[in-house]
Structure formats: structure tokens, C-alpha cells
């Protein structure tokens, strides 16, 4: 199986870099060639730019930002073949529809690690879950050998809103703090992070998502077990000015909200200074 992996930043290098140590055609595109280096395996990887790449995939797993899927679709029709699989290795959820192909699959993605310029740290989880049927069962059968799990799901809901949630809580807080996960320790913005989990938490219930009542104590548990220094991914658009994937995090759940009729001020609130954030960072 030939495999690409599109977007060589944080995720997508670490997917990468797993899959090269066993797997023979595995490669890493992006928008130019270039190398990236990898902690702390201490290891290079390989980035083809993938206007020059011709030949067709198996399968690809897409790990670009959101906003940055539109642009990259027109290319994936020269990448790909009929049976060819589709992997969104992203944050976030709404942009499966976004694809015109025949495999499409949204995974759910536990992989933390960090990109500055060329160069990734990888912290821990090499995680994916997928949606079962016959293809995600042949990939994860490729995949055993290797250090990517693929946890295969008979409703990949549940853990797609699971997933929703911890970045609703953690992502939103430390973009708009402009702090790490040590932001936390502040009574005040805990207080904030649980309220705006608990609206998550009521909308997922009014998409038809089945939660247990402790589900907020225990994703801010799992907050509280994140090193005090460990940034999110949205957290370093912020710093860095680049555009947010707020849409698929936050505008994502806000709209759901809307449609539902479930009140969410504080979320309202986050989403609308997110997107003074997002207007300053296109500017």
C-alpha cells in the first residue's frame, strides 16, 4: 500500500516519521521540499513538495489546518485512484462533506507534539480512531506493525464529540489567556473552562451524544495532567498570528448550538473574540 501523509507539521511529521520505521512507501508531502527534524528521535524526515509528486496513493492521510483543506482538494484528484482512502487527521469537525471522494473516513486524532520552523517534538499518544468497516480494518492491519495505533469504532460520534469537547475547553482558553496549560491554576479561568464545557456537554446531548454526568470532571483531569508549559495547537496560531481552526473547534459546536436552540453564552462569548483573533491574523 503506498501511502501520503499531507502536511508535514506537528501531526502529520510524527505520522510520518512513525509509519517510515516499518512501512516502505510512506511519504511526506507539502508545499516545497524540505527536511524536518524530529525529537527526540533525533531523526529527519522527508518532505516532497506535492506539486511535483505524480504518481498515485492508496491511501492519504490529510493532516494540513482546516482552513487550509479547501485549497488542497483540487490536488487530491491527481494523488488519488478510485479505491484510494481518505483519512481527516485533523482538529475539529463539519469538513468531511468537503471531500468528493468515495473513502472518506474522520479520525479522531491523540497524537501530542509540537512544530517551531523544521523542527517537531513529539510528547506522547500515537493514537488514531477510525470508523470500522472493511478498509479502516485493512489499514489497521498494515498499521499493527507499526508505532501508529488504530483503534477501530462501531460509532465514531461519540469519540469524534469526546474529542470536540477536550479541544473546546483547553484550546479555547489558553488561544484567548495567550498561555499554556498552566493558565489552568487560575481559579477564575478554571471556572470559565468548565462553563464552557458544560454548554459542550449540552449540546452534544441535544446532537443525540450519550455522555456520562462526570465527562467534565473528567476531561479537566485530564487537563490537569498536562505538563504546566504544554501549548495547544491553537494557542501557537495565536502567538504566531496564523489563522485559527476555529471553525471546525468552536464555530463547529456554536452553530450546532444555534441550530438546537441550546443557550451558550459563555461559548458565544469565546467564538466571537476567537474571530477577532482570526480577522487579525488574515490581515
Request: proline share 3%.
Amino acid at each position: 500500500m503506498r501511502i501520503a501523509i499531507i502536511g508535514p507539521g506537528a501531526v502529520g511529521t510524527t505520522i510520518a516519521h512513525a509509519l517510515q520505521q516499518t512501512l516502505t512507501d510512506v511519504t511526506l508531502l507539502g508545499r516545497s521540499n524540505k527536511e524536518m527534524h524530529i525529537t527526540p528521535a533525533n531523526q529527519t524526515v522527508q518532505a516532497y513538495n506535492i506539486d511535483e509528486m505524480k504518481t498515485p496513493f492508496d491511501a492519504i492521510i490529510i493532516a494540513v489546518k482546516t482552513h487550509q483543506l479547501r485549497d488542497l482538494i483540487p490536488k487530491l484528484h491527481r494523488l488519488s485512484h478510485n479505491e484510494t482512502i481518505f483519512i481527516l487527521a485533523q482538529n475539529g469537525y463539519g469538513l468531511l462533506s468537503q471531500l468528493p471522494f468515495k473513502h472518506i473516513y474522520q479520525a479522531v486524532v491523540y497524537i501530542s507534539a509540537q512544530k517551531s520552523d523544521n523542527k517537531v517534538v513529539h510528547f506522547r499518544d500515537y493514537r488514531l480512531h477510525l470508523q470500522q468497516d472493511v478498509h479502516t480494518r485493512k489499514l489497521k492491519q498494515l498499521f499493527d506493525n507499526t508505532k501508529i495505533e488504530i483503534v477501530l469504532e462501531d460509532d465514531i460520534e461519540e469519540k469524534i464529540w469526546y474529542k470536540l469537547l477536550v479541544n473546546l475547553g483547553i484550546n479555547s482558553i489558553t488561544a484567548l489567556g495567550k498561555n499554556t496549560a498552566q493558565i489552568l491554576k487560575i481559579k477564575e479561568v478554571e471556572t470559565l473552562c468548565r462553563a464552557l464545557l458544560d454548554e459542550g456537554y449540552k449540546v452534544a446531548q441535544a446532537e443525540g451524544i450519550v455522555f456520562p454526568d462526570t465527562i467534565i470532571d473528567e476531561i479537566m483531569n485530564i487537563y490537569a495532567g498536562y505538563p504546566d508549559l504544554m501549548g495547544t495547537s491553537m494557542y501557537y496560531d495565536v502567538i504566531n498570528q496564523q489563522p485559527l481552526e476555529i471553525e471546525a473547534i468552536q464555530g463547529f459546536i456554536y452553530r450546532k448550538a444555534k441550530e438546537h436552540g441550546v443557550h451558550t453564552p459563555h461559548l458565544d462569548t469565546v467564538y466571537a473574540l476567537l474571530l477577532s483573533h482570526q480577522s487579525l491574523a488574515y490581515n
